[in-house]
């Protein structure tokens, strides 16, 4: 059998470099760029998060309406019928 090993190599994905050691990573992270970009980050994710938010209010507010829409072409609908029902017992009186 031939010799394994196992290298640990850490990516940092805000600028792409493989670092060979936790420490120097650590170190990375802890640089004003390397936090710039993870506020960037954050902000971009919890605008799309917002936009999410956003556009299911807007679905829902759309399902409101049709919905008040629908009761009130029942409402008229039984008006309709109440009167078409007091006529026949007017009628058969």
Not at 5 to 17: A, G, M
Not at 39 to 49: A, G, P, R, V, W
């Amino acid at each position: 059998m031939g010799d394994t090993s196992i290298t640990t190599n850490l990516l940092c994905p805000c600028n792409n470099i493989i670092y060979d050691s936790e420490k120097k990573l650590k170190t990375h992270q802890k640089t004003l760029g390397h936090r710039i970009w993870e506020t960037q980050s954050e902000i971009k994710s919890l605008k799309c998060e917002l936009t999410r938010r956003d556009n299911t209010i807007s679905q829902l507010e759309r399902k409101i309406l049709e919905r008040d829409q629908r009761i009130l072409v029942l409402k008229e609908r039984s008006k309709v019928l109440k009167s078409c029902l007091q006529s026949r017992m007017d009628d058969m009186s």
